[in-house]
């Protein structure tokens, strides 16, 4: 995102509680502050020691899973947090906002693509974090002026550079590579979901091309005042085992998978609707899930470092 942006001529400063970001992954030309959103004192400061205009809010927890163990934390990270960063900018004179929300504010839907104007019934204490955020947003940019997008992401994957590889995560990518490089066996959770092939289906989007969708969103919230939610994804959608099978071609190893009960809070498919970013924000998914997995095995096969891992390998029983 910070690479996208600067590339666009955009001037950034970077606010982290590096809570799970790593402040090497900063160039040393860009500012970086450390701080929680929780803490309104050094937001402000910020806003105003780096003349700031407008915000790209990606700050929050952001497991399924983890959400409904800890709903609490979650809606303190996810909703308090907001809340303290748009008081913030308020008080602060500063108008625009990126935010960074998601597919799972739709909940389970029986839409074979879903739009932005679909019901909204999230089924884990995440997706409900996210969409109580966006009707923050949305009625303090009514109340105040502000110039406000919210981008639903739908399952970003892929990687732009090994050197910002995602080497943790409850995501699938990272699960399977983490499992490969074991000598495991991926795991699916559930296989008697209403589709295909029994598994989950699953819009994917590249990274590269999420920072894309940014940079559109901020020239649109900059060049007038806007109050909008749009759908960020491909339009298609690929079950979990249609994932595997990928990974096994670009990789050549074996992703035979261990099925395990189904998550709580995982719908059965989610695949975004796409024309409103087209129509709204000039901008279309670029990437392929063959280019999603080639990027993210790039980064898997790479330490935090940059430098490659040896993959151990074992034989797999049969189950």
């Known amino acids: 995102?910070?690479?996208?942006?600067?590339?666009?001529?955009?001037?950034?400063?970077?606010?982290?509680?590096?809570?799970?970001?790593v402040?090497?992954?900063?160039?040393?030309?860009?500012?970086?502050?450390?701080?929680?959103?929780?803490?309104?004192?050094?937001?402000?400061?910020?806003?105003?020691?780096?003349?700031?205009?407008?915000?790209?809010?990606?700050?929050?927890?952001?497991?399924?899973p983890a959400s409904i163990e800890q709903p609490l934390y979650y809606y303190r990270e996810n909703v308090a947090g907001a809340l303290v960063l748009l008081e913030s900018m308020v008080?602060?004179?500063?108008?625009?906002?990126?935010?960074?929300?998601?597919?799972a504010v739709y909940g389970t839907s029986d839409a074979d693509l879903v739009t932005e104007s679909d019901p909204t019934r999230p089924d884990s204490p995440y997706g409900r974090s996210k969409l109580i955020t966006e009707w923050m947003i949305r009625d303090a940019a009514t109340a105040h002026g502000l110039s406000c997008m919210s981008l639903r992401y739908f399952n970003v994957v892929g990687c732009a550079d090994p050197a910002l590889a995602e080497h943790s995560g409850t995501n699938l990518f990272p699960l399977v590579f983490g499992a490969l490089g074991r000598g495991d066996r991926p795991v699916v959770?559930?296989?008697?979901?209403?589709?295909?092939?029994?598994?989950?289906?699953?819009d994917y989007i590249h990274v590269q091309d999420l920072a894309a969708a940014h940079v559109a969103a901020v020239r649109r919230v900059t060049s007038g005042t806007v109050n909008q939610t749009i759908n960020v994804g491909c339009g298609v959608g690929h079950t979990v085992f249609e994932v595997l099978e990928e990974i096994g071609n670009v990789t050549g190893k074996d992703t035979s998978a261990t099925v395990l009960p189904r998550r709580a809070g995982d719908p059965a498919s989610m695949v975004a609707a796409t024309e409103l970013a087209e129509e709204v924000l000039g901008w279309k998914a670029s990437l392929d899930l063959t280019q999603m997995v080639e990027s993210a095995w790039r980064g898997a096969s790479a330490s935090p470092q940059g430098e490659p891992h040896r993959f151990r390998q074992k034989e797999?029983?049969?189950s």
């Open 316 to 318: 797999h029983r049969a």
């Open 189 to 202: 959770f559930g296989d008697d979901y209403p589709t295909r092939d029994g598994s989950c289906v699953r």
């Open 1 to 21: 995102m910070l690479r996208a942006m600067r590339h666009a001529g955009m001037s950034v400063v970077v606010f982290d509680d590096l809570s799970t970001g």
């Open 91 to 103: 008080s602060e004179g500063v108008t625009q906002l990126v935010f960074s929300s998601s597919a």
């Open 23 to 64: 402040a090497s992954r900063v160039p040393h030309d860009v500012p970086l502050v450390t701080g929680s959103v929780l803490d309104a004192a050094v937001l402000r400061a910020t806003f105003r020691e780096h003349a700031v205009t407008g915000v790209v809010h990606l700050g929050g927890k952001k497991s399924v």
